[in-house]
């Protein structure tokens, strides 16, 4: 059939459908996906600025905490069992063989008030102007079987920071996070192969917004990993306390 056949076709209805379908296309928000979404396209949806960190992590990093023993061993034997590896680890391996056994560790669970940990899971943020969607690599959240109030991020098991940049991705997250809870506050973090940073997000006003990024923390030093640790139970115990 060629074109002008296809046309003659046409009922009145399939003309009118495919008007309204046009319409939508010419007026469509358009979508940014959370794990592909690149500095220079958050910057133009919304206005976002980095600012120094100072003194905004000291609460939060300079809490004592006391790990016991047996907690400081699996610290030390996770090192020793992957510290060769995580340069050459993919994604996946990342996570199973070092990200996953922490946050499971940390134990980001509590049936009696329905929190939990998800993978992979989806989350979507819509404005007039935009829409952030997408899945999220790692979160925790109000909700037993579907999460229903996001409230801490990890972002980006990746090993190599050209495989792509989680900062975007995870302020991304960290906005969608904010506007959903009506919050104006937001942490989370990301991981390049052996290193991670913590961020907080900050809500100013309409569309606008600060974050501020932690100094690296080497996960293959002791030291750093005791404090990557004591970091996240910080979060579980703020998130417990306040949900």
Known sequence: MNIQDFIASLTKEDIVYINQEFEKLQNQIPSYSFSKI???ELKKIVNIKRRIANNCFDNWFNKPINLPNDIIKFLNDLIAENKDFIKDYNEEDLK????APILNKIHYKDIENEIR???NESLSYETKEFILTGNCDFYV???LFS???PYFFIQEFKKGIQYSNPEPQLLAELIAAVELNGF???KGAYIVGAIWNFVILEKLDKNK???FISDNFDSTKIEDLTAIYKNLLFVKDEIMQNH
């Open 38 to 40: 690149k500095d220079q």
């Open 96 to 99: 199973i063989n070092f990200i």
């Open 117 to 119: 940990a998800f993978y």
């Open 141 to 143: 959240s109000k909700g």
């Open 147 to 149: 999460p229903e109030k």
């Open 184 to 186: 104006t506050t937001m």
């Open 209 to 211: 917004y600060q974050y």
